[in-house]
T-cell receptor
Framework: KAGVTQTPRYLIKTRGQQVTLSCSPISGHRSVSWYQQTPGQGLQFLFEYFSETQRNKGNFPGRFSGRQFSNSRSEMNVSTLELGDSALYLC??????????????FGPGTRLTVT | KQEVTQIPAALSVPEGENLVLNCSFTDSAIYNLQWFRQDPGKGLTSLLLIQSSQREQTSGRLNASLDKSSGRSTLYIAASQPGDSATYLCAVTSGDDMRFGAGTRLTVKP
């Protein structure tokens, strides 16, 4: 069974631009969560989508948004990029973490560098 | 608000040694606790998932324990190998939230 895939793997953008990252979950998984990892803040939860609906949201500004498609693939978008948005963005899929019964499986991440 | 702490932040051991990584959390009302491994610049690999009703889980040379009442989990690695060198993170799921510790960077020297 294929794992979680994320594209692109690396991205370089300049301040003020916007970016879209993509995540394809493991087949059959309906929940997709996004995380930001930086050396200073560690891993922080961005948001979670389940059945095309945002179910949970972390404490990030509105510049960070996402969506989920009917095939469970998810995208996250960051508008008006800032230098501090440089990070590893990780996507994780699960059957349904809302019940706490299922493991989260992580993708390799997208390394975003904002210059 | 759940807070997750991992001690030590870094650990260096000679090959073959048994070792214990620690994870503590402040709110015992959890669904589960998950241990991950992260290699530099890579995503997270799930190692073990312990449900709130369980006390421990084992996979190969790894054993994770959970004591909800004291807010602690340990990850025991037996007979460490250089390939075990990585950052180990614990994550606690409670409510609709998953919180991570800062990780323990493990180096196993040949």
């Amino acid at each position: 069974k294929a794992g979680v895939t994320q594209t692109p793997r690396y991205l370089i953008k300049t301040r003020g631009q916007q970016v879209t990252l993509s995540c394809s979950p493991i087949s059959g998984h309906r929940s997709v969560s996004w995380y930001q990892q930086t050396p200073g803040q560690g891993l922080q939860f961005l948001f979670e989508y389940f059945s095309e609906t945002q179910r949970n949201k972390g404490n990030f500004p509105g510049r960070f948004s996402g969506r989920q498609f009917s095939n469970s693939r998810s995208e996250m978008n960051v508008s008006t990029l800032e230098l501090g948005d440089s990070a590893l963005y990780l996507c994780a899929s699960s059957l349904d973490p809302g019940t706490g019964s299922y493991e989260q499986y992580f993708g390799p991440g997208t390394r975003l560098t904002v210059t | 608000k759940q807070e997750v702490t991992q001690i030590p932040a870094a650990l260096s051991v000679p090959e073959g040694e048994n070792l214990v990584l620690n994870c503590s959390f402040t709110d015992s009302a959890i669904y589960n606790l998950q241990w991950f491994r992260q290699d530099p610049g890579k995503g997270l690999t799930s190692l073990l998932l312990i449900q709130s009703s369980q006390r421990e889980q084992t996979s190969g040379r790894l054993n994770a324990s959970l004591d909800k009442s004291s807010g602690r989990s340990t990850l025991y690695i037996a007979a460490s190998q250089p390939g075990d060198s990585a950052t180990y993170l614990c994550a606690v799921t409670s409510g609709d939230d998953m919180r991570f510790g800062a990780g323990t960077r493990l180096t196993v020297k040949p």
